[in-house]
């Protein structure tokens, strides 16, 4: 532990010098440090399609912001104030600002063609409007707006693509050429003299810029050795990637991705306004002393990749500071300079610049804020780039794990450092340290030192705007998969972890003690709740996460949970299956506790009953039997199909297109089989007294549990609308109609006509029977078969289980699925309703007073089940809610995307 120690006498230094600020000494000249907040305001606009951008603009004269009101804000760049709301003749697709005015395009209803306007920004006059006829019908054309003139790019027509330049200020067309498509457009801009265009063209990227008055080129710089051998313009497999960015100074930089031309390094051109080649062309910005002349900064926030290690392997994971960058160039010499934000890398655009004003745009919970940060000048005691922090003061990454501390994952773990190198900046110690495992299977472990700020709170403003980005990208249900960790959330400590879906995507902690921010990637979510607090306690850190109380608890595994737990002798059985779906693990769990008991990998992918120290489950054409002790395989039957199956008193029944199979529970022998005719599928299996009700294709037939001989058969019922109880079989047909048929003999005691046809989902309660057809669930008498009422609500898939019941009450879902109803059973008077955030997901489960349902935001909700008043909520951390809710002994078990099972507390919902 003496690097651990190393690291808490390090950490005490930096909050004793962290908190120097940028001071003017007398004797040195002021230099740019960086940025610092002015104002920020909420805002709700309208974004992009093609890359989720605000349609917005910037000028000296205002910062417009297109609104989802299908109004143009118009707002006093100093102060962020309203000054003027335009109201749009349509949809916004494009704004520019220059020159007082606002220029607008608009999209517009087939057949008509899309628009421009022009608004004075001073009192937000209409002054101009041209219909764009070259454009794309229903959407708004690409414009780029410059000092003088709004240029329009229009649709490509026979190989070339008409170019309009129109006077901004009253709208008359200043000049049109048509240019020809010899090579692809891939990114386009405008400063306030110049447009212009990067392309990727057969000979490799051209880069171009015309006048925008008169549309005639300025200059044209080939950059014919970025180009892949036999690459092909149109072809986007040899053709590299190619970003163009401007400043508004006229500064113009074309990044251009090398690993698309299969090199290591990015490569970057900068131009001056006149086309001049500035000699830089490392992507990685210098990162050196502040220098005292820099250029506005570029529409680009990425700091840029550090260099791949020269070590035996290579970096887990292509780590770099955590925050933002504002990147500038350094007049004369075309240097790079990168200036951190108080946000995370990634998390915010840049809007655009005014003066000394840099606008940027993040995007948080609602709808997003517009951020302006202003330029800083003065001195620091180290690099602008880290904030003033001198990279020696950053901690040796090797130190905030130990060989000891991998050892509660496996033991052999070894260390492999990596320095960071960025430009002309250099960490003296590792700043990302890999631990390699000792087998193949085990998980790699990456520890990086994402920042080090000069203060606690700046770093905990860094790192809780990180985690709000986390929280947001694992909330968005549309965003590709992120799920979260509730438990390891607080104190410091925040884990996100790929779902079920996303396959090969790593997983990752991030860590906050005092100005200290880790990160810690692994692809393993268990080795995440293990390490992270860990690495907290390294840092001189404390706590437990979030606040635990009363009797609940949770266990992390790494696997997609693909049944729900069964509960049995004191121990909690589930099944989970790895990512990528070909291997299954079975976990068995204290039930007060969740400890493992073991953890056993198997062929089994579901399991459906645990009794007598036996779990029974089902594989690809086999249905098993497993030691509840052990986790060892007892026997295994072999089945010609993927059939289901159930556990009866003395047997393993298996069914399904196979018809009925009796296994003996003890042995796996098979004691009989029942087909039926024209081998009609059986979908619904219910052992009752010393019957076998059967219900599929062929109707409904009951069997004799012990030979499998028929008793009666009744033919065109059933499919797997049944339910069954000592009273009667309840089931429907075809044609609409329910019965209730005698257990003993089949007959009918009672037929009753419904609309529709029978749906899937038959329940009986207490005195009434629920038949759910075509969205409508009917409650019918259980004596006689009369109508009670019926309610119109979801269209039930099968097996769906949104309907539930009690002898007194009926839960059925809404036409809205956010909905849930309770009905009384004898009048069907709703006794009350209830909204839930987001639509259910899961069945609704009532246990006595309590009931609980959950949403397809990853959280159930437990309410009271008499009168529909809110208990708890409790957020998974998980994208969708995979098993459960199940209610057992003490517990509330419910799994989601993220592998963990949660027993949550009755009493609270909490889990430990």
Same mark, same amino acid.
């Given at each position: ?168 200020? /009253? ?60 690459? /092909? ?108 934000? /108080? ?77 960071? =190198? ?34 606690? %709170? ?78 907290? =306690? ?104 993927? /059939? ?49 009700? %059967? ?6 037939? %009951? ?122 059973? %004898? ?86």
């Amino acid at each position: 532990m003496r690097g651990a120690g190393a690291v808490i006498v390090l950490l005490a230094v930096l909050l004793v010098t962290g908190s120097v600020a940028a001071g003017d000494d007398p004797r040195l000249p002021l230099a740019e440090v960086g940025w610092r907040a002015a104002w920020s305001m909420a805002v709700d606009p309208v974004m992009t399609p093609h890359d989720d951008t605000p349609i917005a603009a910037v000028s000296a004269h205002g910062l417009v912001v297109a609104t989802r009101q299908r109004t143009v804000e118009i707002r006093d760049p100093r102060t962020g104030a309203v000054r003027r709301v335009v109201a749009a003749p349509r949809e916004p697709t494009g704004l520019g600002a220059a020159a007082g005015m606002l220029v607008m395009a608009t999209k517009a209803p087939s057949p008509a063609h899309p628009s421009l306007h022009g608004y004075k920004l001073a009192d937000g006059e209409h002054v101009w409007k041209q219909t764009i006829t070259d454009a794309v019908k229903n959407e708004g054309p690409p414009i780029m707006v410059t000092e003088h003139a709004v240029v329009v790019v229009g649709r490509e027509k026979k190989g070339t693509v008409p170019v309009r330049s129109i006077d901004v200020r /009253d709208g008359r067309t200043l000049a049109r050429v048509v240019r020809p498509v010899g090579c692809r457009p891939s990114s386009q801009g405008a400063t306030t003299r110049l447009i212009v265009f990067a392309e990727q063209c057969p000979d490799g990227v051209r880069v171009t810029a015309m006048d925008p008055n008169t549309l005639r080129q300025v200059w044209t710089r080939p950059l014919t050795s970025l180009r892949r051998p036999g690459g /092909d313009a149109d072809d986007a497999d040899t053709s590299p990637g190619v970003e163009l960015q401007v400043s508004a100074e006229g500064t113009t930089q074309v990044w251009v991705a090398g690993d698309d031309l299969g090199f290591t390094d990015d490569y970057v051109f900068t131009f001056t306004q006149d086309g001049q080649l500035l000699p830089a062309l490392s992507a990685r910005p210098t990162l050196d002393s502040p220098l005292d002349r820099w250029s506005q900064p570029l529409q680009r926030l990425e700091f840029g990749e550090p260099p791949a290690p020269a070590a035996e392997l290579e970096g887990f994971d292509s780590a770099r500071p955590l925050p933002a960058y504002l990147t500038s160039i350094e007049s004369g010499s075309g240097r790079l300079g990168a200036f951190p934000l /108080d946000i995370p890398a990634s998390s915010g655009q840049l809007l655009g610049t005014a003066g000394d004003l840099a606008f940027v745009y993040v995007k948080d919970e609602n709808s997003g804020h517009i951020t302006a940060y202003r330029r800083v000048r003065g001195h620091l005691p180290g690099p602008a780039a880290l904030g003033g922090v001198d990279p020696a003061a950053w901690p040796d990454a090797c130190t905030l794990l130990t060989a000891h501390d991998l050892r509660i994952v496996a033991d052999g773990y070894r260390p492999v450092p990596y320095r960071w =190198a960025l430009g002309d900046l250099t960490w003296p110690k590792p700043a990302t340290c890999d631990w390699i495992p000792p087998t193949d299977s085990g998980a790699v472990v990456s520890v990086s030192v994402a920042w080090v700020a000069r203060s606690s %709170a700046e770093a905990r403003a860094l790192f809780d705007a990180a985690v709000s980005e986390l929280r947001r990208d694992c909330d968005d249900i549309d965003d590709v998969g992120c799920d979260y960790d509730p438990v390891a959330d607080g104190d410091g400590l925040f884990s996100a972890m790929p779902d079920v879906y996303s396959v090969g995507r790593r997983g990752n902690t991030l860590v906050n003690v005092g100005p200290v921010i880790a990160e810690l990637n692994t692809d393993s979510p268990s080795v995440l709740r293990l390490l992270g607090p860990r690495i907290r =306690a390294n840092l001189g850190g404390s706590g437990r996460g979030r606040p635990v109380h009363g009797s609940g608890w949770s266990h992390v595994t790494d696997s997609w949970l693909s049944d729900a737990p069964v509960v049995d002798g004191g121990v909690v059985y589930v099944m989970g299956a790895d990512r990528e779906g070909g291997r299954y693990t079975f976990y068995a769990l204290e039930e007060a506790t969740g400890r493992p008991r073991w953890t056993v990998p198997t062929s089994v992918w579901s399991f459906f009953a645990v009794a007598d120290g036996v779990v029974y489950g089902t594989a690809e054409e086999r249905t098993c039997a497993i030691d509840a002790t052990t986790g060892r395989e007892r026997w295994r039957y072999q089945m010609p199909s993927n /059939d289901d199956a159930v556990l009866g008193r003395d047997h393993v029944y298996v069914f399904g297109e196979n018809g009925v199979v009796a296994l003996d529970k003890a042995t796996g022998r098979q004691r009989w089989r029942y087909q039926e005719r024209g081998n009609e599928e059986i979908g619904t299996l219910s052992e009752v007294g010393g019957l076998l009700y %059967a219900s599929g294709g062929g109707g409904v037939v %009951a069997l004799d549990r012990m030979s499998g001989k028929v008793r009666w058969h009744r033919a065109r019922l059933g499919g797997r609308a049944m339910a069954v109880n000592k009273r009667a079989v309840y089931a429907g047909d075809g044609d609409g109609y329910a019965y209730a048929l005698d257990p003993a003999t089949g007959r009918t005691r009672w037929r009753t006509r419904l609309s529709g046809s029978i749906g899937s989902v038959v329940i009986a309660a207490g005195g009434t029977v629920y038949v759910t057809g075509e969205g409508r669930t009917y409650a019918l008498d259980a004596t006689m078969g009369k109508r009670r009422w019926s309610f119109l609500g979801e269209p039930v898939q099968e097996d769906s289980g949104r309907v539930a019941a009690t002898q007194d009450l009926a839960y059925i879902l809404g036409p809205d699925e956010r909905l849930l109803h309770a009905l009384d059973s %004898a009048s069907g008077v709703q006794r009350w309703s209830r909204a839930l955030p987001d639509a259910l997901s899961t069945e609704v489960v009532i246990h006595g007073e309590a009931g609980y349902v959950g949403d397809e935001e990853g959280v159930l909700h437990a309410f009271d089940a008499v009168t529909g008043t809110d208990r708890w909520s409790f957020r998974t951390g998980a994208r969708r809610i995979m098993v459960g809710p199940v209610v057992a002994g003490d517990h509330i078990y419910v799994g989601g995307s993220n592998g963990i099972l949660f027993a949550l507390s009755p009493a609270d919902g909490t889990a430990g």
